[in-house]
């Protein structure tokens, strides 16, 4: 039967996904050697699959059209999908009016942006039996367990571990042309961010919002190494969602007055760990590098919004901007450049001035550090305002579904710090489970 099939495959897409960045390391390792970028072939699994999904689903919702259908799907259109609908309109508008550099860029704004998008559209006019939907919420919290419990162990573990696996040897960078770094670190430190088998440690931050969802809805124990290992990704924007997501609980099972104190007491600890942390560890708790860039990026994005008000078109800016860049390093007035000369395909700032490579003018990607600024960079005040609307009515559909409403309520507010729909993981991830959860009305 379609539903059963669509059903299985949607499981093994959403169990597989938090794996996507592991697995295709160790396997372009065993196919190309090592040293090697992700192969693409190997990469776009998790589209295929998700292809064939929704595919099946369109079968369905084609087949319904017949009288002895033995099954039925919502032919009906909310605001959901004409905010969506619109947004792929506007997209499609604009590559017509700006034409973007290349059409491979175009491509990657498609997928970054609106293959979510399109997966939720489609999959909320088909029927998801209440058993997957408990067995769904079972695996992703069984392996949110797994994936916190490795990425715990890997801490502790050499650079020889992970080049053993297909990782690269240098940490905290992203190379298109490389294999993916196996951590980062925290700037001017040698104090590690895990990733477990995510591609970075703010991905890894945000997909666990998923499974900790489920723990405080549940109350299952394994949200304490969920927890914790969010707390050693170090993930500023992971960690306030997390707190959000605690709070919104709290808030819905505690009397106000019980509420008010547990806030209270929690924020005067906030306060005294952060003092504390400020004087024994201020490199992790302020970050000036990483701190100035949040604030100075989402200021540039705003200024271009303003020259351009209609967009630079898709794939200009976020995750579809770094893919098509060179990979670009910013040092201090100071700093030591001599470390990547090693590395010829790396472009090296000290302060304002290009230091390596000498023969080039380098093309750094743009990067707001803001999901609904990068819309709006690329599809303009309007595309940025659909975009705000449609985050806001489905909180506000979610109403009926604590445990989607936490992680879409988190990952939408990470969303105004970091790129937070980037990885494909946390995106198809949430976007379908947002599909079984709010049918069309």
């Not at 970028?37 to 999904?53: D, S």
């Not at 909310?78 to 860029?105: E, G, K, M, N, R």
């Not at 020889?160 to 042309?177: C, N």
């Not at 109350?219 to 170090?234: D, E, P, Q, R, W």
Request: glycine letters at 8%.
């Amino acid at each position: 039967m379609l539903q059963t099939l669509r059903q299985r495959l949607t499981l093994v897409l959403l169990a597989a996904l938090p794996l996507h960045a592991l697995l295709v390391t160790v396997g372009t390792k065993v196919i190309a050697g090592p040293g090697n970028a992700p192969m693409t072939g190997l990469a776009l699994w998790k589209e295929a699959l998700l292809l064939v999904i929704l595919g099946i689903a369109v079968v369905e919702m084609l087949s319904s059209f017949c009288r002895d259908a033995p099954w039925r799907v919502s032919t009906e259109v909310d605001v959901i999908d004409v905010l969506i609908i619109s947004l792929v309109a506007l997209s499609a508008i604009l590559f017509f009016y700006q034409l973007p550099a290349t059409s491979y860029q175009l491509l990657l704004g498609f997928k970054y942006d609106f293959i979510p998008l399109v997966a939720l559209l489609v999959l909320r006019r088909v029927e998801w039996s209440k058993a997957f939907k408990y067995q769904l919420m079972n695996i992703l919290i069984a392996v949110g367990g797994i994936i916190a419990l490795y990425g715990i162990a890997t801490l502790f573990a050499p650079q020889s571990f992970f080049s053993w696996l297909g990782y690269g040897d240098l940490h905290s960078l992203y190379r298109p042309t490389g294999p993916l770094a196996a951590f980062q670190q925290i700037g001017g430190t040698g104090i590690r961010r895990i990733q477990s088998t995510m591609s970075g440690p703010n991905q890894l931050g945000l997909w666990l919002l998923i499974p900790l969802s489920i723990a405080l809805i549940r109350k299952k124990s394994v949200g304490v190494f969920i927890v914790f290992a969010m707390f050693l990704t170090l993930s500023r924007s992971a960690l306030l969602a997390a707190g959000v997501m605690v709070a919104v609980v709290l808030w819905k099972q505690l009397p106000r007055k019980k509420f008010l104190q547990f806030v209270g007491a929690l924020f005067c600890l906030s306060f005294v760990f952060s003092i504390v942390a400020y004087f024994f560890a201020a490199d992790i708790v302020i970050r000036t590098a990483s701190t100035s860039d949040h604030i100075s990026r989402p200021l540039q994005a705003i200024r271009l919004i303003a020259e351009r008000p209609l967009g630079y078109g898709l794939g200009t800016a976020g995750p579809a901007s770094n893919r098509v860049s060179d990979t670009c390093v910013y040092l201090e007035e100071g700093d030591d450049p001599s470390w990547a000369q090693a590395h010829q395909d790396l472009c090296v700032f000290v302060g304002e001035t290009q230091v390596q490579p000498e023969d080039r003018e380098c093309s750094c990607p743009f990067l707001p550090e803001n999901w609904y600024l990068q819309m709006g960079v690329e599809m303009g005040v309007l595309g940025l305002a659909l975009f705000a609307m449609l985050v806001i009515v489905i909180l506000r559909r979610l109403g009926k579904s604590p445990f989607v409403f936490l992680v879409f309520l988190g990952i939408s507010i990470a969303a105004l710090f970091l790129h937070a729909w980037e990885d494909s993981a946390v995106a198809y991830t949430v976007w379908v489970l947002l599909g079984l959860f709010i049918p069309p009305r």
